[in-house]
């Protein structure tokens, strides 16, 4: 079974940075796909970016401002949030799942371990 846990939250005013990190444990492979959901107050959770180890995967809010990358050797996956706005005021999860060819990644209904969340707040 695979534990995530996020750290690296915070709030910072708009235009600010931050970096969130997801550390797996237990039976977790760098075969898998790792993403980063959000959630605000009143909305659904929502993508923010993936990765795997033959690419990362962003939605258009945050391309050019957000970046995924991975320590496999940290078993460890950072979310470098750059140009903070105060739209992306939300609770941060990451989840984990195995690739599966045909299932995008943006789907949270298709991932079945999440971490504890981390909430980042940024004021305008």
């Known amino acids: 079974q695979v534990q995530l846990v996020e750290s690296g939250g915070g709030s910072v005013q708009a235009g600010g940075s931050l970096r969130l990190s997801c550390t797996a444990s237990?039976?977790?492979?760098?075969?898998?796909?790792m993403s980063w959901f959000r959630e605000a107050p009143g909305k659904e959770r929502e993508p923010v970016a993936a990765?795997?180890?033959?690419?990362?995967y962003y939605v258009d809010s945050v391309k050019g401002r957000f970046t995924i990358s991975q320590d496999n050797a940290k078993n460890t996956i950072y979310l470098q949030m750059d140009s903070l706005k105060p739209e992306d005021t939300a609770m941060y999860y990451c989840?984990?799942?195995?690739?599966?060819?045909?299932?995008?990644?943006?789907?949270?209904?298709?991932?079945?371990?999440w971490g504890q969340g981390t909430q980042v707040t940024v004021s305008s």
């Open positions: 989840a984990t799942r195995a690739i599966r060819n045909n299932v995008p990644w943006y789907r949270p209904n298709e991932y079945s371990t």
């Open positions: 237990g039976a977790w492979g760098t075969q898998n796909l």
């Open positions: 990765i795997t180890i033959y690419r990362p």
